[in-house]
């Protein structure tokens, strides 16, 4: 095993290969920096070029591409609270009021050590999970699929203390939107309104543009000034800092490493569920979780690590099976027909050499983008000194631009414009726009996993009962519902206690 490791490695230094690597890693900075686009836009473009390369070398400029977007999509979250691609989105909960508070700098370089981290750990991960890659694919069935979404719901519903009522409701609102177009069970058309544009559903990526991207530029110019308050430190703090907190943290690097590598072996679930589930769980664990939201550091570090170590990850089922992950890993099957590599669990045998040299040209770009972003952390951070009636207009239309390229349809335009307005009143009237995101992106999976469960038990709820692998997620559900009850009640008692104590002291 350590020789096909060794060759995959080698291989990737061969100067053909290792040219396209680089140019992979900035298409990908790129084209994850820009609202909209991300990694599957770039490898769709790149594809038809790749046609008479070697397979080697076309699979080195994807990886280059795949492990240098998270990189580029967090740099934008962070200054301008514009999530260049989906996932990047969590990131934009603590890293923009960081920027805000002039330490864009910090984070930026918190997010850059934290990408190159996550993806060294996941591609560990990956690189011990391979050989037995069938055997975990095959442990998730729709009873399991459903349980990891109602838990992913969990996670995020319970990190939002003393706002338990407002998480509910964004929950409730996402949900809506998730059952917007067509069943996944009956077919029937739901909520469109006689709309074709609705008929898969609210669009993921204009959704997440407008409420994260414009509704963040509707605040601005209410508020008016620039994005940071605080011109003196956006030039002090920089890279080495936020390396520094990185590494001070390394507990929640791993933590959101394995939750990345876990939730991106799973076909269909995606980064997003990835690195929003890190950032609730790091919530959940911290002593001071009322601190996320408002500029903790952890709040970038998470959600990053696991972006990055889920890319090696969700090769597994791509490759193993032919059941792409994500849109991205839908693109790339694509590039492996083309080089003719036909995804299953024979290429798990004939291309050993080319899977791993593949893994290793993910974790390489993934560390050269960090190195390429740690330069430009100063010059980056420079932009959030810019007054809003320069910056608001160039965002916005950056933004819009982006959402329309994602499906060259100009309703996703009218769709990023209506979920800026809402997410603006989320802001004003402090909703979590969290718990919204995850219900949207989950409530698919929920939906469809538990009809399907319920068709194979023959209407009987003991099917997610019986195997291992359900009976755990039950009760990780259950411990973390009841959980924050049984701490308010204690709490409440050693309060009661003390007033008592106090009381017959006097």
Known sequence: MLDIWLSGFLGLLEPTALSFLIIGMFVGLIFGAIPGLGGTTALALLIPMTYGMEPFAALALAGGVMGAVPMGGSITAILLNTPGTAPNAAACL?????????KGGLAIGASASANALGGIIGTISVLLVIPIAREIVLIF??????????????????????KMLRSLLAGAFGLMLAFVGYSNVS????FTFGNTYLWDGVHLVPALIGLFAIAEMIHLSVKGGSVSNDSKNVKIIGMRQGMMETFNHMGTVVRGSLVGTIVGAIPGVGGTVASFMSYSMTMQASKDPDSFGKGNIQGVIAPEAAINA??????IPTLAFGIPGSAEMAVFLGLLVLHGMQPGPLMLIEHQVEIYG?????TASCVMAAFVGLLLVRPLAMVTLLDVKILVPIVVSVAMIGSYAVDLAIENVILTAIMGG????MIRY??????LVVALVLGPTAERSYFQSMLISDGSWSIFFERIPSLILSVITILLIVYPIVSALLGRGKKQEGTGASGGGS
């Not at 889920?310 to 090769?315: E, N, T």
């Not at 593949?358 to 993910?362: E, K």
């Not at 402090?430 to 718990?435: A, E, H, M, P, T």
């Open 141 to 162: 069935g729709p009873p399991e699929f459903f349980l990891l979404a109602v838990l992913g719901l969990v996670v995020v519903s319970t990190t939002s203390r003393g």
């Open 310 to 315: 889920k890319d090696g990850s969700m090769l």
């Open 358 to 362: 593949l893994i290793w040209a993910l």
């Open 94 to 102: 603590d890293g923009y009021p960081l920027a805000q508070q002039g």
């Open 187 to 190: 077919g029937v058309e739901r």
């Open 422 to 425: 809402i997410g603006y009143m």
């Open 430 to 435: 402090d909703y979590s726009r969290l718990v």
